[in-house]
């Protein structure tokens, strides 16, 4: 077997438990890989060689992934993630009503400065703050809060520090909301080229395909979300969405409720959870 080693802008990088399942299913090399491991070997050493190996399987194998398969694989680490380090005694964010002002309506919220009233530190950096709005999110005891909450996230995530970006993404929306679909991902084709770090143009993106019922490609931009930010909620109910709608009830209950790990009070992953559970009791009593 050849290989032919190069840069490719969409292959996808996976984890340790999907490497372990592609050794698993039965994936071999032919012998002009073992011949070249051998140079290797002599070349760079055993271990050299054996990482190299690896990297050319994911390489190969990841292409034996459904899409969703692979997204699977991004959402895998998400749970140890939600809680992942803050500084000790951060203060309880401000997120009541006026801290809302500071999403979509009020103007972009202020990264690593102080907001009057906000209570976060002057050196908090965007993830910092963000770190701490989702802790804050997981531990929100009323509907009204949570919401505050999701809002000053949302806020966060839709900030592209970019005045075409934003422009792009205000016509895409304009577009959507018309139900100009081609000229949405025209737009948005755009956003992710200029800034493929930018979350919402890959989460926009794949809302419209999900729209247009393409879920190939509406997973395929899901997984570039989840890759940027693995608590992405609304991208991870998304994600549940297309695999209800696949038939794999199971597969979405595990997911929604991931989310609901992440957003406790989000009533619409609430509402599927419960649903979920219903259908399959129903499908195995």
Do not use: C
């Given at each position: 077997?050849?290989?032919?080693?190069?840069?490719?802008?969409?292959?996808?990088?996976?984890g340790a438990s999907t490497f372990l399942q592609l050794q698993l299913?039965?994936?071999?090399?032919?012998?002009?890989?073992?011949r070249q491991s051998d140079r290797l070997r002599r070349c760079v050493g055993a271990y050299g060689a054996v990482a190299l190996a690896c990297f050319l399987l994911l390489v190969v194998g990841v292409e034996r992934l459904s899409a969703s398969e692979r997204v699977v694989a991004v959402v895998g680490p998400v749970k140890v993630q939600v809680t992942?380090?803050?500084?000790?005694?951060?203060?309880?964010?401000?997120?009541?009503?006026?801290?809302?002002?500071?999403?979509p309506a009020g103007g972009p919220a202020?990264?690593?400065?102080?907001?009057?009233?906000?209570?976060?530190?002057?050196h908090y950096t965007r993830g910092q703050l963000?770190?701490?709005?989702?802790?804050?999110?997981?531990?929100?005891?009323?509907?009204?809060?949570?919401?505050?909450?999701?809002?000053?996230?949302?806020?966060?995530?839709m900030q592209s520090g970019s005045h075409t970006?934003?422009?792009?993404?205000?016509?895409?929306a304009k577009a959507i909301e018309?139900?100009?679909?081609?000229?949405?991902?025209?737009?948005?084709?755009?956003?992710?080229?200029?800034?493929?770090?930018?979350?919402?143009?890959?989460n926009r993106r794949a809302t419209v395909y999900f729209l247009k019922e393409d879920l190939g490609r509406s997973l395929a931009d899901i997984e570039q979300v989840l890759r940027i930010e693995p608590r992405h909620y609304p991208a991870l109910s998304g994600f549940a969405m297309i695999l209800r709608k696949t038939g794999k009830n199971d597969k979405a209950l595990e997911v929604f409720q991931h989310v609901l790990s992440i957003y406790p009070l989000l009533e619409n992953a609430q509402d599927a959870v419960k649903s979920l559970r219903e259908e399959l009791w129903g499908q195995y009593h």
């Open positions: 077997m050849r290989f032919f080693l190069f840069a490719r802008p969409n292959s996808s990088v996976i299913s039965g994936f071999s090399v032919g012998g002009s890989f073992s992942r380090g803050l500084p000790k005694g951060h203060p309880k964010l401000n997120t009541g009503p006026e801290a809302a002002l500071n999403g202020q990264i690593g400065r102080s907001a009057p009233g906000h209570g976060v530190p002057a963000l770190d701490a709005l989702f802790l804050e999110l997981r531990d929100a005891d009323t509907l009204g809060n949570a919401q505050s909450i999701s809002r000053r996230i949302h806020s966060l995530f970006l934003d422009l792009l993404m205000m016509r895409s018309g139900k100009e679909y081609g000229l949405a991902l025209d737009l948005l084709d755009a956003v992710v080229r200029l800034d493929p770090g930018y979350v919402e143009g890959w």
